[in-house]
């Protein structure tokens, strides 16, 4: 069980924070350096570069070599798995949480790599799952306490208040940001959903992965966090992601009424 020692670091539970990206070099450094340098002992980042042009995988390798530098034989702090093929948002986690349970990861945060989620809430959502014994802990902007960037539009916030509706009226859940691409799990959960199961590609595969959770019979708690708006780069939002995500959730009811 993780405990805070004197200086309030958590310890006894290997975390692993997997990053997807995508020409996110100019984002990558800084998100780099606020993750590894959360009081939490024995957290690994990992990177899931899809051969982005901008050079993000190679200068991911010569982060991981810096932050891997001064680490015992056999310890690393920081890995990089890079996929040939650019296949969507889900498959790139797919590939990075396996890989994370297979390294022996207690809990696996999925985190976006434009610094939209704000990585300091990673010890709550932690200390979250470890006191109350859930399977999945969601940073909500649409819990008490939760907000948007100002800076996103009234269209952007009205679409994503929408989608969240939609979504958690098509499957019945209670889960109020199930959108949401913020979240801590339990390596119990996850391999209790069977990654290799999932269908979705886009970003559609965030309610996938939270309804199949909800489904196996793991309780979700949501705590709120403030999403920012991306400083530099571009959105990775498409027409087809915004499709794939109208369809998936009447998908998933018809598949498992």
Do not use: C
């Amino acid at each position: 069980m993780t405990e805070l020692d004197s200086h309030g670091r958590h310890t006894g539970v290997p975390v692993t924070v997997v990053m997807p990206t995508y020409n996110e070099a100019a984002n990558l450094p800084r998100m780099a350096e606020l993750v590894l340098g959360l009081p939490i002992d024995g957290l690994h980042l990992k990177i899931v570069d899809d051969s982005s042009p901008d050079g993000t995988g190679r200068l991911a390798e010569e982060l991981a070599e810096k932050y891997n530098a001064d680490q015992p034989a056999g310890r690393r702090r920081m890995s990089v798995l890079h996929r040939t093929e650019k296949d969507g948002l889900g498959r790139a986690y797919v590939a990075g949480m396996s890989a994370a349970l297979q390294e022996g990861a207690a809990y696996v945060v999925q985190m976006d790599a434009d610094g939209s989620h704000p990585a300091e809430a990673v010890p709550r959502m932690l200390g979250t799952a470890v006191a109350s014994g859930v399977g999945l802990v969601v940073g909500s902007r649409y819990v008490e306490g939760g907000s948007l960037d100002e800076d996103w539009g009234v269209h952007r916030v009205l679409l994503s208040r929408f989608a969240n509706r939609y979504a958690r009226t098509v499957l019945g859940t209670k889960i109020r940001d199930i959108t949401a691409g913020f979240n801590l799990w339990s390596a119990a959960t996850l391999r209790d959903i069977d990654l290799a199961t999932l269908d979705s590609a886009g970003y559609s595969f965030q309610v996938e992965l939270k309804y199949k959770a909800v489904r196996a019979g793991h309780s979700a708690v949501e705590i709120p966090i403030r999403f920012e708006e991306r400083t530099e780069g571009v959105s990775k939002m498409t027409l087809r992601t915004q499709l794939e995500s109208a369809v998936v959730p009447i998908r998933l009811r018809l598949k498992h009424r």
